[in-house]
């Protein structure tokens, strides 16, 4: 078991749906990272925070709004997705140091449809 | 434009092998390299970080190296076990909490 915890493990939403990710991490880490991650793809990056304040927005569409709500917990809201978007969304968590292996999660598998 | 290519998409070795696995990079100029095991269903699990002053680390049975005039770098698995077999990926940290990851590279162990 991983020690960043993602839930659910599967969504399965409607174009017009909203739902949201959770992320969870208690090893103190600052940093915290959205991933999109597509079959026989590498993990893209969508997403930074650094401590509770959005860093990077790697050009991500406004249907995927990301939330800090303290330095334990990473959401990633979404509404009225495409079937394209359906992907692994991988949560990940690091100190908050260049140069720092990340901590990811298992995954949420999203299917849009 | 910015590129890093892991040599090709599947290795497949006899147990007992040493896998080397290739990382190549274009147009970067990262303050270090990781390595990380993907099983399938599963996020990636960091393995070895090197820094762009290092020429090599090892942990267990893994060695990286990191050749910065090269723009490579190497991934080894000595003594390779079958339980070994996952994609591994290698990802560039060019500062600022941003980590770029190759494509990986699947790699088959077979007893």
């Known amino acids: 078991d991983t020690e960043v915890t993602q839930t659910p493990k599967h969504l399965v939403m409607g174009m017009t749906n909203k739902k949201s990710l959770k992320c969870e991490q208690h090893m103190g880490h600052r940093a915290m990272y959205w991933y999109k991650q597509k079959a026989k793809k590498p993990p893209e990056l969508m997403f930074v925070y650094s401590y509770e304040k959005l860093s990077i927005n790697e050009s991500v569409p406004s249907r995927f709004s990301p939330e800090c709500p303290n330095s334990s917990l990473l959401n990633l809201h979404l509404h009225a997705l495409q079937p394209e978007d359906s992907a692994l969304y991988l949560c990940?968590?690091?100190?908050?140091?260049?140069?720092?292996?990340?901590?990811f999660g298992n995954g949420t598998r999203l299917t849009v449809t | 434009s910015q590129k890093i290519e892991q040599n090709s998409e599947a290795l497949n070795i006899q147990e007992g092998k040493t896998a080397t696995l290739t990382c190549n990079y274009t147009?970067?100029?990262?303050?270090?390299l990781q390595w990380y095991r993907q099983d399938p269903g599963r996020g990636p699990v960091f393995l070895l970080l090197?820094?762009?002053?290092?020429k090599e680390k090892r942990k267990e049975r893994l060695k990286v190296t990191f050749d910065t005039t090269l723009k490579q770098s190497l991934f080894h698995i000595t003594a390779s076990q079958p339980a070994d077999s996952a994609t591994y990926l290698c990802?560039?940290?060019?500062?600022?909490?941003?980590?770029?990851f190759g494509a990986g590279t699947r790699l088959f162990v077979k007893a």
């Open positions: 990940a968590s690091s100190p908050a140091l260049d140069n720092s292996p990340l901590h």
């Open positions: 090197i820094r762009e002053n290092e």
């Open positions: 147009n970067y100029s990262p303050a270090y």
């Open positions: 990802a560039l940290g060019t500062g600022g909490f941003k980590t770029i």
